[in-house]
Structure formats: structure tokens, C-alpha cells
């Protein structure tokens, strides 16, 4: 086969009836955008403008709303605007942009909620060195972490899918991602498939970070009252989160590399999005909900601008 350029057009996968329910679609995914852009903005607003919520577990929380409106920024648009044009092409540089916003965001997002474990084990295990475990430098080099990583980590793998002869142009998924477009390859992937284990191996060790934290959290709560109380207000949407996250990216990682034609299209198209629809709207929603200074911020600013 003939060796394409890299400035071709991708054909992404198309959602299943689309012709047939097409505005039902489009009024579903542009509401839960709206909705998605809505409460990530409101709570980071709350967050930024409310001096006592400048503490790290809300500067954090500020950081999780604030990737989840970049990483949906990369899908959402693109998704809606296929939807109305009936047209699921993408320039190969646009699509690998794609892979790179939502692999990012989502390794982001993991390590956000891999550094909201340790403060929280901070807290609650060691509340008399936690102002000075997690001063200002210290949620700077975390929040550091955070961003700089993933961006390193997905420059590096695109630069090695961009070197790639690719001798197809379809892609079976509703976007871009990295792997889709490793498997359009018609030539050796073994770099590729050797980074993206180290890669792994990487996100491994922040595993067994939130489950030593947790670990240690369990133990702590167990002789004390005021430390269970505290798990359960802050820790519980936490570990929603996480879960959630992890199932998501598991399904996902698993698919991409050892996927059945077996599973049920709108299962692996519904599971494949998962992570780009749950997390973005129930984060602030249960976090919103579950603590009570955040609470307390949002019915007072609520309540503040009904008066006017």
C-alpha cells in the first residue's frame, strides 16, 4: 500500500442511527455540554472568588473543573459540529490535537485525583503538619505534576504515531485517540507499543499511591470519630471520582488493544465516551454537594444574586 501524508483526512466512526435520531443527538449532547461548562465555570468562579476556599483540597478541586472544560473543549465541538454537518472527517493534524487534548486530559485528571488522595491523607492523618506539608510552593509543584507529565508523556507519543506509515483512514471511534491512530499503521508499532507500557507503568505507581493513602486513611479512621466524619465528607466523592475514572480508562485500554467484535456497538461507543461525559458533570456536582463549605459558597452567592 501506498504511504499516505500526514495531511489527509481521517473518516471518525459514525454514532449508530445518526441519520434517524440526529436532533435528538444534538440537543442531548449540546444540553449536557452547556451543563458541562455551566457547573465546572460556576464552581471554579466560587473556588477562585472565596478567600476561604484558597485552601489546597479546593485549589485541586479548582484544577479538576478547570481540566475537565479543557478536555471536553476538544470533543464536544467537533461532535456537535459532525452531527449537524452529517460529516465525520478529520484533518490528521486536527486528529492527532484530539488524541493529544483528551489523552492529556485524562492523565491529568487521574493525577489531580491521585494528588487530592495524598491531601486528603495529609488531613486527616497528620493535621498538624498539613499546613506546612501543603504550603503554596508544595500545591504548585503538585499541580505542576499534574500538567507538565501528561503533556511530556503525550508530546512524546504523538511525535512517535506522527513517524508512522499509515495505510488506512478509518478510524472505528467516535474521536481520535492515540492508539486508533497507531493501528492505522501498516508497519512495525513495537516503539510505540514498548512506550506505551512504560507509560503505563508510570500511572501504575500512582495507584499504589491512592491506595497506600487510602490504606493509611482507613486506619487512622477507625480511632477516631472526627477523622470518620471527615472520610466521609471529603473522601467519598473522592473515591466516586476515582472509581469512575479508573473503571473508564481500564475499559478503554483494554478495548483499543485486545477489543472483540463481540462487545455490543452501543456498550463500547457509550463506555469509549464515558469519560468524557461523567466526569466533567457529576465532579463538581458531588463535590458541590458533598462538601459543606462549597455548599455553603454556592447557596450564598446563589442566594445573593436572586436578591438582585
Known sequence: MDNMTHFVTYTLKEP??????????????LLLYVMILFVNIWLSVI??????????????????????LY???AFYPKFLHDLLLDSYVIH??????????IYTYVMCEFSTLAVMSYDRHVAICRPLVYHSKLNKFSCG????????????????????????????????KLYC???????????????????????????FGLVIVIIVSYIK????????????????QTCVPHLISLINLAVAILFDTIYNRYGSSNVPVNLRDFLALEMII???????????????????????????FIRK
Open 217 to 232: 486513611l482507613i486506619i487512622a479512621c477507625k480511632a477516631s470519630l472526627e477523622c470518620r466524619r471527615k472520610f466521609w
Open 177 to 203: 485517540d492515540n492508539w486508533a491512530i497507531v493501528k492505522l499503521s501498516c508497519e512495525s508499532t513495537d516503539t510505540n507499543n514498548i512506550y506505551g507500557l512504560v507509560f503505563i507503568s508510570l500511572y
Open 141 to 172: 509543584i503538585l499541580l505542576g505534576f499534574c500538567w507538565i507529565v501528561p503533556f511530556l508523556n503525550m508530546f512524546i507519543a504523538v511525535l512517535l504515531s506522527n513517524r508512522l506509515a499509515l495505510c488506512k483512514k478509518h478510524i472505528d
Open 47 to 68: 473556588i477562585v472568588l472565596e478567600r476561604a476556599l484558597h485552601e489546597p483540597m479546593y485549589i485541586f478541586l479548582c484544577n479538576l473543573c478547570l481540566n475537565d
Open 92 to 101: 490528521s493534524y486536527m486528529c492527532a490535537f484530539q488524541a493529544f487534548v
Open 278 to 304: 461523567v466526569p466533567p458533570l457529576f465532579n463538581p456536582v458531588i463535590y458541590g454537594l458533598k462538601l459543606t463549605e462549597v455548599r455553603k459558597r454556592v447557596l450564598k452567592l446563589f442566594t445573593n
Open 71 to 73: 478536555g471536553t473543549a
Open 16 to 29: 449508530k442511527d445518526s441519520k434517524s435520531y440526529r436532533h435528538i443527538y444534538i440537543t442531548c449532547f
